[in-house]
């Protein structure tokens, strides 16, 4: 028999042990930011019953009021889908009944405005095509409602992509978040801004140059730029049937892998993509992870970092990232050229101007009768368009047949050349990736061309795969990125570099002009 003393002791330990028992039954608490929220963390609270889709995208709602086209009027969302709401509470309903289709199971989307959608206006921007739905959606597009995503937004878009100023004849002109009297990259930019500001989860762009890695780099954000072929083009306002990709914007490596790896693979309607077959990783690229830097062999292409005073700043900021991949123990092999003067032979690689008018005439044919023009020629004599874009349609419509064009098979062969020099130098030094600056400055003035020194078209015109990510901000508070490039088809591989960098890195800003509202943030 126990004593008094004793009884007590005995009561005090079981009461110590059954209060730690319930310490250890109750659930760890959980922190839910829409700004920081990963398609993982939406997913996680849903789950849990602390939100649902049908709340997630009127959270997103809220933000569109109050700073697309008010506050700092960033002008990045062109149109919205009128039937969000009632798509979410579907959502809702089936996730509950049956759980997620895939990972993107109600993830609210914005889609540039170059890229069709069945129900929801899409006119790349261009007054004459403006109010008008496609016959159908965008291969991308479809294969995203498979997975149980949401087609949120049409975003605002340098007009028919035919720029990088952020500017079109229908939505006006994106601001930069980080200076409102900056560029915000083109011609992506809309889907850039409303990644980086919360207009919605992850976004699709599409580049002919560097229209998705441009907004990703002045966005701070993860731009992938998929190798040529790998992502149908069908269903996109073209420029050029060579070097258009579709490609993703996201706030992580882990989000962007989630989309690309949705809307990769071969369709009949692009037949570019017809050399994807046997070369598709066909792991899920979430399986790749958990990978280190350790042992990473990269190589530091000097070529791509420019020489001047101009450029100091953002090559230190992007050689801080590079010391750091070291630290991370990856074997870096630093000082490595082609032999070439890339920047200065980069304007002889692109067969935009050549390829625009048969590309684009192309696509309107799939648009079909409904169409408000027909054709290049009918969009150039409508005058719906900017005026400075009349000069690319002038030099468009004078091109002759391409078939025996001496010039336009000479930048082709440029592009073979140095896509040969790239793949050549990785594999010579048994190289992951290299790495360089994407740009060295950040964002210019709005009303000027994000391009010439501030342009990088090495990855689209050779068709390499690409990643951005963020290196820091410059001296004027501006994003830098730094850029990944691999062999053709090695998406697995960057993806792995990529996510490992950026959990060393953090150098993810995000811009202050944009605040939380009231319900952003909340503990479950």
């Known amino acids: 028999m126990l004593r008094p003393l004793g009884r007590y002791v005995a009561g005090l330990a079981i009461a110590v042990v059954a209060a730690g028992l319930a310490r250890a039954q109750k659930p760890a608490s959980h922190e839910f930011d829409l700004l920081t929220a990963s398609v993982a963390d939406i997913q996680s609270a849903v789950g849990a019953g602390a939100l649902s889709y049908e709340h997630l995208v009127q959270l997103y709602l809220n933000r569109i009021d109050a700073y697309n086209r008010n506050g700092p009027q960033l002008r990045a969302v062109i149109e919205i889908n009128a039937h969000a709401l009632e798509i979410a509470r579907a959502l809702d309903t089936e996730q509950k009944a049956k759980g997620l289709r895939s990972p993107l199971h109600g993830i609210p989307v914005a889609v540039k405005d170059n890229i069709d959608v069945s129900d929801i206006p899409s006119a790349g921007g261009n007054l004459a095509l403006a109010g008008s739905f496609p016959p159908r959606d965008a291969t991308v597009i479809q294969r995203l409602r498979d997975a149980g995503a949401i087609i949120f937004l049409k975003t605002n878009m340098d007009e028919l992509a035919l720029g990088s100023q952020g500017l079109s004849s229908l939505g006006g002109q994106i601001l930069n978040p980080y200076d409102l009297k900056r560029n915000p990259g083109g011609s992506s930019g809309g889907t850039g801004v409303a990644v980086n500001v919360g207009f919605a989860t992850v976004g699709l762009g599409t580049e002919t140059g560097v229209s998705v890695r441009s907004p990703a780099s002045n966005n701070a954000l993860i731009g992938i730029a998929p190798t040529r072929g790998l992502v149908s083009r069908a269903g996109v306002i073209p420029i050029s049937f060579t070097q258009d990709r579709v490609g993703v914007h996201a706030k992580s490596v882990a989000d962007a892998a989630l989309v690309l790896e949705q809307i990769r693979g071969f369709d009949p309607e692009d037949l570019l993509t017809w050399d994807d077959l046997g070369k598709i990783d066909r792991d899920s690229y979430q399986n790749h992870m958990n990978a280190t830097l350790e042992n990473a062999r990269i190589g530091v292409l000097r070529d791509l970092f420019r020489k001047g005073d ?90 002759g047949p391409i078939d025996f064009d001496a010039e336009y098979q000479t930048r082709l062969e440029n592009q073979r050349l140095v896509k040969r020099l790239l793949v050549d130098l990785m594999d010579r030094y048994h190289l992951d990736a290299l790495v360089y600056p994407f740009k060295s400055l950040g964002a210019p003035p709005v009303g000027t061309s994000d391009g010439g020194t501030r342009d990088n078209p090495i990855s689209s015109a050779t068709g390499l795969p690409a990643i951005v990510a963020p290196a820091g901000l410059n001296d004027e508070g501006l994003p830098i990125a730094i850029e990944f490039l691999g062999r053709p088809y090695t998406e697995s591989r960057l993806i792995q570099l990529a996510h490992a960098y950026e959990q060393a890195s953090h150098r993810r800003v995000a811009p202050k002009t944009t605040p939380h509202l009231t319900g952003e943030v909340f503990t479950y």
């Open 310 to 399: 101009e450029f100091r700043n953002g090559n230190q900021i992007v050689e801080k990232q590079i010391d750091l991949i070291r630290d991370q123990h990856a074997i870096v092999l630093d000082g490595l050229t082609t032999g070439m003067d890339l920047p200065a032979f980069m304007p002889s690689l692109r067969v935009n101007s050549y390829e625009l008018r048969v590309a684009f005439d192309a696509y309107l044919r799939r648009r079909g009768p409904t169409s408000p023009v027909k054709s290049l020629a009918e969009l150039a004599a409508t005058a719906k368009s900017l005026p400075r874009l009349q000069n690319q349609f002038e030099q468009a419509l004078k091109r």
